[in-house]
């Protein structure tokens, strides 16, 4: 359910009902900003809103602050790869020339066809770094997978399997390097402990760049919207 906070500009806000609220609280995501009221169960909707009235000005500072969103249309920008490449219409088949990501079709279809080319110029490129380290490794994984995760970068489980967000091919290619270093690592050492992050270092050396490179701007790789 979503209310529009009236003004100039309107502001969406999601509202959440939570049985373990107890109280309401208003949230921006650093991700998205998108914008979340959460109310106790027993909450009337009109104290809500009120809550969230009372509250405008702290929310409008917070946006007015936030990174603007990077919505796909032809002569725009978006990152890929740590650079920027410019999106542009073409009568030929998709391809990348340089700084320029030649699209064909109607700007109707624009998103989904990009979101197509990430997804898949991101498995490309993780599947080669993971086949590399796992060589690397002396160990095997069990299939790869990719999602649009916000909590983390990457996974792997105890059986194997690994796990990545897509967007990680918006970022330069240190930084994928370094998240399949760090998830192919756990095959060897589920843990964080002295021992992984030494295997770490051996397959990735250097990985403090491209982690704090993570830990700055990984935020921003999710400015992309593509729904």
Partial sequence: MDHILPGDPPV???????????????RISGTDGRV???????????????????????????????????VPAFGRAIPFEGREVLLCRTEGGLRLEGDRLLMPGRADGLSGRLA??????????????????????GRRYRKLTLRDTRSRWGSCTSDGDLMFSWRLVLAPPPVLDYVVAHEVGHLAEMNHSPAFWA??????????GPRDWLRAEGAGLHRLRLN
């Fill in 36 to 70: 979340t009221l959460t109310l106790p169960l027993r909450a009337r909707l009109g104290d809500g809103l009120a809550f969230l009235r009372e509250r405008e000005g702290w929310l409008r500072g917070h946006l007015s602050r936030a990174p603007v969103a990077i």
């Fill in 116 to 137: 197509g080319f990430l997804r898949a110029a991101a498995r490309d490129r993780l599947a080669a770094a993971c086949d590399r380290h796992a060589a690397a490794l």
């Fill in 199 to 208: 295997v770490v270092e051996r397959l990735c050396p250097g990985h403090e």
């Fill in 12 to 26: 969406a806000v999601s509202l959440r009902r939570s049985a373990r609220a107890r109280r309401l609280s208003l």
